[in-house]
């Protein structure tokens, strides 16, 4: 087992945050290594010896995002987790919830949406990865599942969390989980394949 440095998680854990409170004042293609380390309280000397700039860094801040959803979509093996409406919606609704102000600026700003995208497409083929090992379908069915899934999940998130929506959480949640079942349904029958 690889034994995780406490002083390199500190490090990205106060870089990281840093990055959050600058993303809700300043573009990104304002934000300098100067300000970042200066806003987490550390030495420009650490952050280069772990990053080569901010893209390098905010790669970091995607993965993170997108192994952290993915690991929430997945807390319950997939065939159980697609046959039980919201599951995937809760999960994702209530991360998001965590940080809202940055993950709205994340994903309705046009200065950060770059971001966003990159999670979707991480998150898109891990997704795709495990639909194709869990059902009986193509690799190339799986990756649009995968892809329809995603997409649709995001930019109803986008719009709901710009304000564009007037929906209550279950109102949204229902509208979401609705959409998402009749697209998966032409690809997938998840009751007959929960049942393997």
Same mark, same amino acid.
């Given at each position: ?18 990055? &959050? ?7 990104? &293609? ?138 209550? &959480?279950?109102?949204?949640?229902? &509208? ?21």
């Amino acid at each position: 087992m690889k034994k995780v440095d406490l002083r390199v998680q500190k490090t990205n854990l106060a870089l990281q945050q840093a990055f &959050r409170q600058l993303a809700s004042t300043t573009s990104y &293609r304002n934000i300098t290594v100067k300000e970042l380390t200066e806003t987490a309280h550390i030495n420009r000397k650490t952050f280069y010896l772990h990053y080569d700039s901010i893209e390098d860094f905010s790669d970091t801040v995607v993965d993170e995002i997108a192994d952290k959803l993915l690991q929430l979509m997945m807390e319950k093996p997939l065939r159980q987790g697609l046959a039980e409406p919201g599951f995937i919606f809760d999960k994702v609704l209530d991360f998001f919830q965590e940080s809202r102000e940055f993950y709205t600026i994340m994903m309705t700003s046009d200065d950060y949406s770059f971001l966003a995208r990159k999670v979707e497409t991480k998150l898109a083929k891990g997704l795709s990865e495990a639909i194709y090992k869990d059902f009986d379908i193509s690799k190339l069915d799986s990756f649009v599942c995968a892809n329809f899934l995603i997409r649709n999940t995001m930019m109803l998130f986008r719009i709901y969390n710009g304000d564009r929506m007037n929906l209550e &959480r279950n109102e949204f949640r229902d &509208r979401l989980i609705r959409l998402d079942s009749s697209g998966l349904s032409s690809f997938i029958d998840v009751e007959r394949n929960i049942r393997k």
